[in-house]
């Protein structure tokens, strides 16, 4: 068996599409969806991340406003920012880029978002929500997944899921995704017992660890026919790779993702997707 390819580039193209056409129907009803970024320090891989963000924002018709702070910004200072922007009505989407500088709490400054504007997912608000299986604003990266198992029609009910990783960003929201989809879902981490067993049992992977170092996915870690889904991103050699051994691992799978050209992609496109929702809840809501 040789796995067939979940291609990202081809998903988070239709995903751009459709949303660059609801951005054309907003306009046409008086609305500018725009989408403020925030990036506190001067790490420059986050430099590069919120710099691809607007330019896909711009690629769709997203207005963007660009707020890059120093790294001895203070806490205060930023929850008053996060304050001033969920005042601004010409404002739809809030993106503050993680991770933060260390004097800084995270959790108290997302807090701070209006769970309306909160395009990344979060929010307490918006973390119950998607508890409670009513989630609008989703995190990226598990409502990407979602979108690329959709966009393949694979359909994953009664399938054992195992996720290797217990993170607010992509563990924990995709359990809850994968559960509504009727998978039965184990996350694991790096204290859990036995990892290969349970991956081998396992119909539907997902590995978000991004270190090869710590954890190589192989294609003898898997079942014959797996669904493999590849989030982590690292670099080896020089060149950006995945979680998984991708040579060894399509040999064995019946679906795989590519690194790069799979989940990364699919995670800026719903980023896109949540910045036309949030504006299309403020229209709403001014009515």
């Known amino acids: 068996m040789v796995a067939r390819i979940i291609d990202g580039k081809v998903v988070s193209a239709d995903v751009k599409a459709r949303v660059k056409k609801a ?76 991770p933060l500088p260390k004097h800084i709490d995270e959790f108290e400054v997302i807090a701070a978002l209006s769970p309306f504007k909160d395009v990344d997912g979060l929010t307490p608000y918006n973390a119950g929500m998607l508890q409670s299986g009513m989630g609008v604003l989703k995190p990226c990266t598990p409502s990407g ?67 090869r170092q710590r954890f190589t996915l192989t294609g003898d870690m898997i079942k014959e026919g797996a669904i493999v889904i590849d989030v982590g991103i690292a670099r080896l050699n020089n ?4 979680d998984a051994d991708f040579e060894s691992v399509k040999q064995k799978a019946s679906w795989v993702t590519p690194v790069p050209g799979g989940v990364g992609l699919m995670t800026r496109a719903m980023l896109l997707k949540n910045t036309v929702t949030a504006a299309s809840i403020s229209k709403e809501m001014s009515r």
């Open 23 to 98: 951005v054309e129907q907003l306009k046409d009803n008086g609305v500018q969806p725009c989408l403020a970024t925030v990036l506190v320090g001067d790490d420059p891989a986050s430099a590069t991340y919120v710099g691809s963000k607007q330019s896909d924002a711009k690629e769709v018709g997203i207005a963007t406003r660009d707020h890059r702070l120093t790294s001895t910004f203070k806490q205060s200072e930023l929850v008053e920012l996060m304050q001033l922007l969920n005042n601004d009505h010409e404002v739809h989407g809030i993106l503050v880029q993680l």
């Open 145 to 211: 997944i979602i979108e690329l198992l959709d966009y393949y029609k694979i359909d994953i009910t009664g399938m054992d899921a195992v996720v290797v990783n217990r993170s607010n960003l992509v563990g924990k929201p995709l359990a809850l995704l994968l559960l509504e989809r009727n998978a039965t879902v184990t996350i694991c981490h790096s204290k859990t017992k036995d990892l290969n067993a349970k991956l081998h049992n396992a119909d539907l992977v997902v590995t978000a660890v991004g270190n």
């Open 239 to 242: 060149k950006l790779v995945g």
